[in-house]
């Protein structure tokens, strides 16, 4: 097995695994991003190449129609797309969002999944990058898409 070049990635292989390492792990992200854990997220998977995240449909992200609340489902996508950059971005670059284009294709009334794919990155470039975002519900429905936009630099 490869070694994992983020931290996040390097605790991932070892408790991610489990499922009590998986709750640790989404933990362990809400208490470095505490506004994350309004969503109370679960990961199931965690690559260089992919991040599925998931979120329950509870009262606190829905909306008055009763479905999940877009801006709850653009913080998932917003979780999953930083957290694949934490772990499929080259340690001499950083990131930072700089915008997001969200699309809310059909209500979303279940538990939701997230999967963010690692876009082709140059080491050493400056640039905008698209990390683009399909939201399924449980029956495997699309209900959003989404491409955040992250700002790529050297680190100094």
Request: with cysteine.
């Given at each position: ?96 969002p700089k915008g997001m284009n969200i699309n809310y294709i ?51």
């Amino acid at each position: 097995m490869m070694e994992a070049k983020s931290l996040p990635l390097k605790y991932w292989n070892k408790i991610g695994h489990y499922r009590l390492g998986r709750w640790c792990f989404a933990k362990l992200i809400c208490w470095r991003v505490p506004y994350f854990s309004s969503i109370s997220p679960s990961f199931l998977t965690y690559s260089e190449a992919s991040v599925k995240v998931s979120m329950r449909k509870k009262r606190g992200v829905t909306n008055h129609l009763g479905t999940i609340h877009v801006i709850a489902i653009a913080n998932l996508c917003e979780l999953a797309a930083g957290t694949l950059m934490e772990a499929g971005l080259m340690a001499s670059m950083r990131w930072i969002p700089k915008g997001m284009n969200i699309n809310y294709i059909k209500k979303a009334n279940t538990t939701l999944i997230a999967t963010a794919m690692m876009p082709e990155v140059v080491e050493g470039q400056i640039a905008d990058i698209i990390v683009p975002v399909s939201v399924l519900d449980s029956n495997g429905v699309e209900v959003v898409q989404a491409d955040i936009i992250m700002y790529l630099t050297p680190k100094r």
